[in-house]
């Protein structure tokens, strides 16, 4: 295995406190190569960026998956003998990019999922979707159902055995009459299974890729993205805001001219 670093930047935080981001790597393992993007680090913490097809975790397919990656970069650049802890405190889907927080000691990832079950975790995303809605802001209340043989969820009607309440709060960025796609950005009050997937399909606005539950783009990469993560560290107790966006090419030339 080698790990080779190819850039570096230096950012700022809101809070004033400057680190290091956006550092490259490029990993080497099997005969693969692999990008990764090192937002930020400390030695609690790592904060990445997921690039969309990897997987959060290993999986059937025996692909190459994010905590494997992110485990052989620290074993790599400090020299750690023998197994490395690599706490996953959560997941994107597979097909989806965007921003990933993974704990370096097992009293960050203890902390870290306290966050997550205070719905202290704030995670936003940026999606095209299908058509133009009918308000620049809204609320999406709805119960869903997992299939967990089938690994797909539906909505379905309150009290329904084993739904689970799904709350997204949506803002509609910019709209494209020509192509009749819309940017909107999603702010996740729960986190269930697919669940932006689900919510946008049964408004009437599917996500513009999907290939389980969308009408457009059928073949192409999913418009998903995680940009931005907001947790409290969990040593300095300091709230921190980290933010990657996708790359402008494809469906994501929407983000043209967009402040976010």
């Not at 400090?78 to 802890?85: D, I, M, W």
């Not at 950005?185 to 290939?211: E, F, M, P, W, Y």
């Amino acid at each position: 295995m080698h790990v080779g670093k190819i850039n570096f930047q230096l950012g700022t935080f809101p809070n004033g406190v400057s680190v290091p981001f956006g550092n490259i790597y490029i990993i080497k393992e099997e005969n693969k190569m692999q990008k990764l993007n090192v937002i930020y680090e400390d030695n609690q913490i790592i904060v990445v960026e997921k690039p969309v097809n990897i997987p959060s975790q290993a999986d059937k397919t025996g692909d190459v998956d994010m905590l494997s990656l992110v485990k052989a970069y620290i074993k790599e650049k400090y020299n750690k003998p023998g197994q490395v802890y690599l706490g996953l405190v959560h997941r994107l889907d597979r097909p989806v990019g965007g921003v990933m927080v993974f704990a370096r000691t097992s009293k960050a990832a203890a902390r870290l999922s306290e966050q997550i079950r205070l719905k202290q975790f704030e995670k936003k995303y940026l999606v095209i979707a299908d058509g133009k809605f009918d308000k620049n802001k809204g609320t999406l209340h709805d119960y869903l159902l997992k299939n967990e043989r089938l690994n797909t969820s539906k909505v379905v009607k309150e009290g329904t055995k084993n739904s689970k309440l799904a709350i997204l709060d949506y803002e509609v960025l910019k709209y494209n009459e020509e192509i009749n796609l819309s940017l909107i950005k999603v702010n996740l009050h729960t986190g269930r299974h697919h669940q932006i997937r689900v919510q946008l399909a049964n408004s009437g606005h599917s996500i513009c890729g999907d290939q389980k539950y969308g009408t457009r783009g059928r073949g192409k990469q999913i418009c998903l993205w995680a940009y931005e993560l907001t947790i409290i560290h969990p040593i300095t107790k300091e709230k921190i805001t980290f933010k990657v966006l996708p790359e402008k090419i494809g469906s994501w030339k929407m983000l043209d001219e967009v402040q976010i």
